[in-house]
């Protein structure tokens, strides 16, 4: 069954400190990983995106990885801030249909207090 | 910011009520989807259309239904509206395999 796990669940942090959000995943055949920004309230605006063979894509702040290997991916935010917090939701799409199938997590809930 | 808009964005409305939920994109990407998604839980797909005329169910069973007569239009309709279908409702569109799924803001139905 295809799957995609975040941890932890929810994470609060301090403005100004680093944190890293965590993703893994069963979806095959893999054909890329995405990380969104959902603001309380909002549609899930992307942050970045990864193919099978890109290991690591930073967006200002945010810098994510990739091992196709193990499945695993991570978000990493550096010198947060206090609109950094939101839910993060790791989105794995699929290659075995034209649809390009999206299989979403649940998302990881970061709250930065000052 | 994506092209893509839905209205309401807030919805409060009595049982039995038929309600149409708007999505528009301009764009001109052929997919469009609507996701179901829970507080604190994950979106689910309940529809998606590869174009003008084709409508497809989701994953997550439903008893909305859409319609796709425009390429930037994907309306999502509820015949009688209940308080188990209080939740928001995303739009998306994408365009190509594989690519990036833009949303509209989402709107937030409650029935009571």
């Known amino acids: 069954k295809n799957q995609v796990e975040q941890s932890p669940q929810s994470l609060i942090i301090l403005e100004g400190k680093n944190c890293t959000l965590q993703?893994?995943?069963?979806?095959?055949?893999?054909?890329?990983l995405r990380w969104y920004k959902q603001d309380t309230g909002r549609g899930p605006v992307s942050l970045t995106i990864m193919t099978f063979s890109e290991n690591t894509k930073s967006n200002g702040r945010y810098t994510a990885t990739l091992d196709a290997d193990t499945k695993q991916s991570s978000l990493h935010i550096t010198a947060s801030q206090l609109s950094d917090s939101a839910s993060y939701i790791c989105v794995v799409s699929d290659r075995g249909s034209t649809l390009g199938r999206l299989y979403f997590g649940r998302g990881t809930q970061l709250t930065v207090w000052p | 910011e994506a092209d893509i808009y839905q209205t309401p964005r807030y919805l409060v409305i009595g049982t039995g009520k038929k309600i149409t939920l708007e999505c528009s994109q301009t764009m001109g990407h052929d997919k469009m989807y609507w996701y179901q998604q829970d507080p604190g839980m994950e979106l689910h797909l309940i529809h998606y259309?590869?174009?003008?005329?084709?409508?497809e169910k989701g994953d997550l069973s439903s008893e909305s239904t859409v319609s796709r007569i425009r390429t930037e239009h994907f309306p999502l309709t509820l015949e009688s509206a209940r308080p188990s279908h209080t939740s928001q409702y995303l739009c998306?569109?994408?365009?190509?395999?594989?690519?990036?799924?833009?949303f509209g803001q989402g709107t937030r139905l409650t029935v009571v």
């Open positions: 993703c893994n995943y069963t979806v095959s055949p893999f054909s890329n």
């Open positions: 259309s590869y174009g003008v005329n084709s409508t």
């Open positions: 998306a569109s994408s365009a190509g395999v594989p690519t990036e799924a833009f």
